[in-house]
């Protein structure tokens, strides 16, 4: 265990409006974290700070130690931390096995996978998230589930060991998310750190033990989702009074 | 020892294998026929080729930076001016030979390639075109304007590599060399790593690739072939003046690349001929021809957005397979 993420006092504003507001928290090696709060709360702006997409006005990550403020997404992949996009993005004209190639391509995928590794490795990694006989389609012809499958293979592909991972039941049926909180449920047990959001506190009750709540930028409580959902804060933010929850 | 034959002996297994393809005998019965071309003894017929061809290096040199790294440049008459300056003065002033001046003046395109490439590459989109249209806009005032290198009448009388035919087989060699080159390039993991920046250069970055240092990779190795064939262009004129840097050129790459087909590398060798015959045949109709060249652009880009050559080829083997009885 021990720490494996830090953030501090981090504030991002656009113009007028503190998108993220004084956030503060940490984050232990192989835990499963979720982030949740209504939508426009901030989450996938912390997400944005997090992985190097933005960068904050005030305010300092660690990961792993290392002062990951200003880095560049590419940086912040090769130390050790991927993302995946709340809206899915994927190498459209790319078959799937070369869009899983692309991140095996980088440099800390090479140095997991070697060079002469990399076909393999992808092919590992789509047998893994239950795509490889599709592996020579373009993603473009994919549904929904796969494509968030993809996005998470993509995000292998880099050797992480710890994940961010952007409403990864959004836009899903019931079985697409139980076949990704099946392969989310296997990383997590292979060792790798899930920092995860959702905007919807069932979807993450019996994955994740912990939770932050978010609401208009700011942290608004923390703790088991049980603990959570009957937070008074966290109930108003989300329904706008004090009793029950959706 | 052994390892270097038998890794020679898979080489021409697969050439071997490809030869035999559909695409692989074409590609040789069309080479074939134009290394004929000096024999029938047509010096005019020869000139057009030796056009197409040099013109084919510079549009595929465009579609490698453009079609598979996604990085629209609209200034690449600056990579092919600078290397055909350079490649005139190197002749002209230091004596040297006309293969070794070639790759001096590639290797200027891809010095200026990382000099316009590192500004540029910080504007996406139009704003790149733009800046890279504004770079070969600056070259082409400071050749017309300064004194240095000729001037407004550049360099010219520069000897000869040889009579129309030697010539001819020098480009040939250059041709088929560059654009067998570039797309063994697009086709390796480079070629992937650049492919994935043009589809989405965010998840590219996500996926931990340095995006900026592989774009710049993708200018230089664009800027050497625009290069040599602004060098290839010189040896074929013995001389050169500022027109070289002309916006026209840029836009010239461009047009034969769609015309050919986008990500293809080959398909600039049909789009280049294309645009060169067409040129040739239309001169006689002076501002008419443009007007003609224009229609035939706008009906290619309405009826064949992925250019002539992947449907025309598709036309090809139908006909191939008809005549067979498949």
Request: glycine share 12%; aromatic share 10%.
């Amino acid at each position: 265990m021990g720490l494996i993420l830090e953030v501090k006092n981090l504030t991002k504003k656009f113009g007028g409006l503190t998108a993220v507001n004084d956030a503060n928290f940490e984050v232990q090696r192989g835990e499963m974290l979720g982030l949740i709060g209504p939508n426009g709360a901030g989450k996938t702006t912390l997400f944005h700070l997090m992985s190097g997409f933005e960068n904050p006005n005030s305010g300092s990550i660690f990961y792993d130690g290392v002062d990951i403020t200003r880095k560049k997404p590419y940086q912040i992949v090769n130390l050790g931390m991927a993302r995946t996009f709340q809206l899915v993005r994927s190498f459209r004209y790319l078959s799937l096995l070369d869009n899983i190639s692309v991140a095996c391509l980088s440099p800390r995928g090479k140095e997991a996978f070697g060079s002469s590794g990399i076909d393999e490795a992808a092919s590992s990694i789509l047998t893994s998230i239950g795509l490889v006989d599709k592996a020579r389609l373009p993603p473009v012809i994919l549904p929904h589930g796969d494509l968030r499958k993809l996005e998470i293979g993509k995000a292998l592909g880099t050797n992480p060991e710890m994940l961010l991972l952007d409403e990864p039941f959004s836009g899903l049926a019931h079985e697409e998310k139980e076949g990704i909180t099946k392969l989310i449920k296997r990383l997590s047990n292979e060792g790798v750190t899930i920092f995860l959001t959702g905007h919807v506190l069932q979807e993450l009750m019996t994955l994740v033990p912990r939770v932050i709540a978010m609401h208009q930028g700011r942290l608004i409580a923390e703790g088991s989702p049980q603990e959570v959902a009957n937070n008074k804060i966290v109930l108003e933010a989300y329904l706008g009074r004090g009793e029950g929850f959706a | 020892m052994a390892s270097l034959q038998l890794e020679l002996q898979s080489y021409v297994g697969r050439f071997r294998t490809w030869a035999f393809t559909f695409r692989g005998s074409i590609t040789l019965f069309s080479l074939l026929g134009l290394l004929l071309i000096p024999v029938t003894g047509n010096q005019y017929l020869t000139q057009i080729i030796i056009t197409g061809m040099i013109l084919s290096i510079f549009a595929a040199s465009w579609d490698l930076l453009a079609g598979f790294a996604g990085q629209i440049s609209f200034g690449h008459a600056a990579f092919f001016g600078i290397s055909g300056y350079f490649t005139a003065a190197f002749v002209k002033f230091a004596g040297a030979n006309w293969i070794m001046a070639t790759f001096i003046g590639a290797g200027y395109a891809v010095i200026f390639s990382l000099l316009i490439g590192i500004p540029c590459l910080r504007l996406k989109g139009p704003y790149l075109a733009l800046g890279t249209l504004a770079f070969s806009l600056i070259l082409f005032n400071l050749f017309l304007s300064g004194t240095w290198l000729g001037g407004t009448e550049g360099i010219s009388g520069l000897p000869s590599a040889g009579n129309i035919f030697v010539v001819f087989y020098i480009i040939a060699a250059f041709m088929v060399g560059s654009l067998v080159i570039m797309r063994v390039i697009v086709d390796s993991r480079l070629g992937t790593i650049l492919k994935s920046i043009r589809d989405d250069e965010i998840c590219a970055d996500a996926s931990g690739i340095n995006t900026t240092t592989y774009k710049l990779i993708a200018f230089m190795i664009s800027g050497f072939f625009a290069g040599i064939a602004g060098a290839l262009f010189v040896i074929n004129t013995t001389a050169v003046n500022p027109a070289i840097f002309s916006t026209l050129y840029s836009f010239y790459a461009i047009i034969m690349a769609a015309i050919g087909g986008l990500a293809t590398i080959f398909g600039s060798i049909i789009g280049a001929f294309l645009f060169t015959l067409l040129s040739e045949f239309l001169r006689p109709l002076a501002a008419a021809s443009l007007l003609i060249f224009a229609t035939v652009l706008i009906l290619i880009v309405r009826f064949a957005e992925g250019g002539i050559m992947n449907p025309f080829l598709e036309r090809l083997r139908d006909l191939w397979d008809m005549i067979r009885g498949k």
